[in-house]
């Protein structure tokens, strides 16, 4: 897929299916046919294509999306796509009419909390093999397939949506390789994840000093334009790591000054949507789980928070590898991205056209929508009033700029 050292939960890959854009050319490859066949045959790179000043570069886009992925995330309270919270702090909440709760409940910065824990990677195998071949008889081998066995998985203790793809040798999420489609056989358990060839391509070369177009192959892939072995790892959700009580310095008798002690907790969650939980003091071990324990200390000074949080659709036996966000919510953050794009993205008309479109500010505010997409986005151009009309039916919590729909 196209990456960036800007990471993003919507794919790069996403913007260029909202726009329409050929996903061949959007990821440095052609077909070996002219012409192309595609709507817009302009090749995109890592950079902005100064030769002809065509195209924005990739890492253009990615910046555009993350800030647009960051305004919606504050206008609606919640991560547009799950994601991992971790040491976020709270002060421990002052009694209720005198009356202290032993374990009070506190509001997470984020809504739709899925559970306590913190982000985990291990790898279920390294140098898988990519086989490329043609999804159409006689076509262009423009498909890659990789396969994990049932036994694979079971040592991982990994599911089918806990497996990403990452390039061989990395592990950082910049270097993941997404979309795919993750299909676990319910016979055999056995796991196939394939995903078009233009997402494979060498990532050397799409960093080059002086990038070129890399052509699709007829026959077997050049082994310096498309990589052959790919690492697959275990993404999920640790819950042995959830939170903290924090005692500050000076608080607890024989503490050292400007120190703190603090107490393991797991997270109990009272209302998902809004962010509502509760943190109680606990010790975890591999053979009983989370035993509740009593607090070290009384009157705590604050809390730690891990979590996992944020909305995505699942798909029941085809998994993305990366979740999958709402359509209208992924194009929404694709035209927000838009009114921050100074230049177009591309020169070809449908798509030139189509960011002038988002990019069109309204004369004057005249609708209640104008003026709310101008307080979350600093903007009433037509991609932010958009983005704001799918967030107003997502029901967001009421937090930074939106308009409360508990």
């Known amino acids: 897929m196209a990456i960036s050292q800007t990471t993003t939960l919507s794919t790069l890959d996403d913007y260029a299916r909202v726009m329409g854009l050929d996903m061949n050319g959007w990821n440095q490859t052609r077909l070996p046919t002219t012409p192309s066949g595609a709507a817009c045959p302009h090749i995109w790179y890592q950079k902005p294509d100064l030769s002809t000043a065509e195209t924005v570069g990739r890492d253009d886009v990615a910046v555009a999306l993350d800030i647009a992925e960051d305004m919606i995330a504050h206008a609606l309270g919640w991560k547009v796509a799950r994601t991992w919270e971790t040491a976020e702090e709270h002060q421990w909440p002052y009694p209720h ?13 984020w809504g739709h909390v899925y559970s306590g824990g913190i982000k985990a990677k291990t790898l279920i195998a390294a140098g898988v093999t ?8 006689g076509g262009v081998m423009d498909l890659c397939t990789m396969t994990l066995t049932a036994a694979q998985m079971t040592t991982a203790g990994a599911t089918a949506k806990e497996i990403r793809v990452f390039f061989a040798g990395e592990s950082d999420d910049a270097w993941e390789i997404r979309p795919l489609t993750i299909v676990e056989n319910p016979t055999t358990h056995n796991i196939t994840i394939t995903g078009p060839s233009c997402r494979f391509v060498d990532p050397d070369l799409w960093y ?20 052959v072995t790919v690492d697959i790892y275990r993404v999920y959700n640790d819950t042995t790591t959830q939170g903290q009580v924090v005692w500050m310095g000076g608080v607890v008798c024989n503490q050292l000054a ?6 393991d907790a797991c997270i109990v969650v009272d209302n998902p949507r809004l962010g509502l939980v509760r943190l109680t003091p606990a010790s975890y071990t591999a053979a009983t789980g989370w035993t509740p324990m009593c607090l070290t200390y009384a009157d705590p000074t604050a809390v730690r928070l891990n979590y996992y949080a944020g909305m995505w ?3 029941a036996n085809a998994y993305r590898g990366d979740g999958r966000m709402q359509n209208d919510l992924a194009e929404a953050i694709v035209r927000l991205a838009n009114t921050l794009l100074p230049d177009a993205p591309c020169s070809c008309g449908i798509i030139k056209q189509r960011w002038a479109r988002d990019r069109q500010e309204k004369e004057r505010i005249d609708s209640v929508d104008a003026a709310l997409a101008l307080a979350a986005f600093g903007s009433y151009m037509a991609g932010a009033i958009w983005a704001w009309g799918v967030i107003k039916r997502l029901r967001p919590l009421g937090r930074g700029a939106s308009v409360r729909g508990v």
């Open 208 to 227: 080059a000093a002086s990038p070129v177009p890399v052509t699709l192959p007829i026959v077997a892939p050049p082994v310096a334009d498309f990589v």
């Open 130 to 137: 990519v086989a490329y071949s043609a999804s159409v008889l």
């Open 258 to 263: 400007c120190t703190e002690a603090c107490q």
């Open 97 to 109: 009419n005198q009356v202290q709760v032993d374990y009070p409940t506190i509001q997470t910065d």
């Open 313 to 315: 659709k699942e798909y």
